[in-house]
């Protein structure tokens, strides 16, 4: 047993010697064994009747992403069958450096035909979802799921269904940041249709808990800044939905994975209840409720029992400040299944913070004493479509220097009008306030902080490496709203 882990940890430091010195080659010691092979493609995906062009990350069995179970090393052989470059992010992984595919800050992109094999050590299990870190290739759903499970036996007799969603366009992803860019679009005149403009950031959820951020007096919210033409859920939209059958009064867990470029959801369950068991891939005390927001590049876990008997019960994912909606359907029994339009009566509510405030995480953090606390301000945003993080708008310019083992607190403080979702690279952090109140919250990679807003973090130093802390509503990180933090003696 010895023998085969120090043989793996061994090939896991060949693969990596060999990627940072010869990038594009397939080790010969790893490619003696298996890898699981994943294949990143082009393909025609048909939309509302219309053929559109787009990504995709298909395993070996034609499936997308990854489903597998945990074991000591992530494992994957990755070919880019594109005709031009990219480069993979296992999101919610942290992998040594030259693993975390964000081009420059850990290594070359992908050439067209390139194979390259990723072997590293993982601890972490859950819902997490693999996608291209290149320019705005993401919005052309170059996105995968990536579940790691803990055990191969369901439990509590658990029917596990991944949902990936997505914001679809029609466009040019290009041309809608040229459009941003050059001040129009619905960033320019700050007044969309369809009532996509808010005058409050109050949280309009129905979580019950009283909302503590404060309300921005002067300055309108902007919430959507691209109109979308559908929401996508496994790639599906309300028109032919996908349809999971089930046992009567079967039990489920939704993996539920917010693929969007830019739009921030709602969970809503319908008449059925769940409990939110896990966000970004790590256990919370269990939040039960019918609606759950979930910001771009979340995760949530949510287990639910159908009621007895026959049914047909939407799960609808609804987009923030608009009508678009996307859903599936989970049916027992041979009940009819009802059309539901992909626009809803009314725009839904903007994604607050109140279920943040909620969030008790069920992950042990060691007792460490925070060595040093910042404050990270979030900026930009005018006419100009430049975003800053503490001022700056450089690619991956440096935000703060780490010292390996210890822990940082930094305040998210948001100086905009939108909201944006925050995501660090190579680490999970843990939320330890929201707004001005200080919550034992949860443990996660990605978190929102809404206009005007304030979030805390706390994260370990404990993986050296120069690593990108960026927005990741992708038009916001592409024009100036990524970062990153540096250990000290890094690159
Ligand atoms: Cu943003």
């Known amino acids: 047993m010895a023998m085969t882990m120090n043989r793996r940890q061994a090939l896991g430091g060949i693969a990596a010697a060999g990627l940072a010195a010869a990038g594009a080659k397939v080790n010969p010691a790893v490619a003696a064994e298996h890898l699981p092979l994943l294949s990143i493609e082009n393909r025609i995906l048909e939309v509302k009747g219309r053929a559109a062009k787009v990504f995709a990350i298909l395993n070996e069995n034609g499936g997308h992403g990854f489903n597998m179970l945990a074991g000591e090393e992530f494992r994957a052989r990755v070919v880019n069958r594109l005709g031009e470059e990219t480069l993979l992010h296992w999101h919610g992984l942290n992998p040594p450096l030259v693993f975390d595919g964000v081009p420059m800050l850990s290594g070359p992109t992908m050439k067209p035909g390139e194979t390259r094999d990723y072997v590293f050590k993982n601890r972490e299990t859950g819902t997490h979802w693999m996608h291209s870190h290149v320019g705005l290739q993401?919005?052309?759903?170059?996105?995968?799921?990536?579940?790691?499970?803990?055990?191969?036996?369901?439990?509590?007799?658990?029917?596990?269904?991944?949902?990936?969603?997505?914001?679809?366009?029609?466009?040019?992803?290009?041309?809608?940041?040229?459009?941003?860019?050059?001040?129009?679009?619905?960033?320019?005149?700050?007044?969309?249709?369809?009532?996509?403009?808010?005058?409050?950031?109050?949280?309009?959820?129905?979580q019950g808990a009283g909302e503590m951020t404060?309300?921005?007096?002067?300055?309108?919210?902007?919430?959507?800044?691209?109109?979308?033409?559908?929401?996508?859920?496994?790639?599906?939209?309300?028109?032919?939905?996908?349809?999971?059958?089930?046992?009567?009064?079967?039990?489920?867990?939704?993996?539920?994975?917010?693929?969007?470029?830019?739009?921030?959801?709602w969970i809503d369950l319908g008449e059925l209840e769940g409990e939110l068991i896990a966000v970004d891939g790590k256990a919370v005390r269990p939040v039960r409720d019918r609606r759950f927001p979930l910001a771009i590049a979340q995760r949530a876990d949510i287990r639910l029992a159908l009621p007895p008997g026959s049914g047909a019960w939407p799960i609808l994912f609804k987009g923030e400040g608009t009508t678009l909606q996307s859903g599936i359907i989970l049916r027992s029994g041979e009940a009819p299944?009802?059309?539901?339009?992909?626009?809803?009566?009314?725009?839904?509510?903007?994604?607050?913070?109140?279920?943040?405030?909620?969030?008790?995480?069920?992950?042990?953090?060691?007792?460490?004493?925070?060595?040093?606390?910042?404050?990270?301000?979030?900026?930009?945003?005018?006419?100009?479509?430049?975003?800053?993080?503490?001022?700056?708008?450089?690619?991956h310019e440096k935000l703060f220097t780490l010292r390996e083992g210890e822990r940082y607190e930094i305040m998210l403080h948001n100086m905009t009008n939108m909201a944006h979702p925050m995501h660090l690279h190579g680490h999970y952090f843990k939320v330890v306030a929201v707004g001005m109140q200080r919550v034992d919250g949860a443990v996660r990679d990605t978190v929102l902080v809404p206009a005007m807003d304030m979030v805390t973090i706390q994260f370990d130093a404990n993986n050296p490496g120069t690593w990108a802390f960026h927005c990741h509503h992708i038009y916001h990180m592409n024009s100036g709203m990524m970062g990153s933090v540096a250990y000290a003696g890094a690159a």
């Open 214 to 265: 404060m309300p921005s007096m002067n300055m309108p919210s902007m919430v959507n800044d691209i109109e979308f033409d559908a929401f996508l859920a496994n790639d599906r939209t309300l028109d032919d939905p996908e349809v999971v059958q089930a046992e009567k009064g079967g039990r489920f867990r939704l993996r539920i994975i917010n693929g969007s470029a830019a739009s921030n959801l």
């Open 337 to 395: 299944v009802a059309k539901i339009s992909d626009r809803a009566e009314k725009p839904e509510a903007i994604v607050g913070l109140a279920l943040e405030a909620r969030l008790r995480s069920l992950v042990t953090v060691p007792e460490i004493a925070v060595s040093r606390s910042d404050m990270l301000m979030l900026g930009g945003g005018g006419a100009d479509y430049v975003w800053t993080l503490n001022g700056k708008s450089g690619m």
């Open 138 to 206: 993401e919005q052309l759903m170059l996105a995968a799921p990536l579940i790691i499970r803990e055990s191969d036996a369901p439990l509590h007799d658990e029917q596990e269904h991944v949902v990936m969603l997505h914001d679809f366009t029609f466009r040019d992803p290009a041309e809608i940041l040229a459009e941003l860019k050059g001040g129009g679009g619905a960033h320019g005149g700050h007044a969309m249709p369809g009532g996509q403009m808010d005058h409050s950031t109050m949280d309009h959820s129905a």
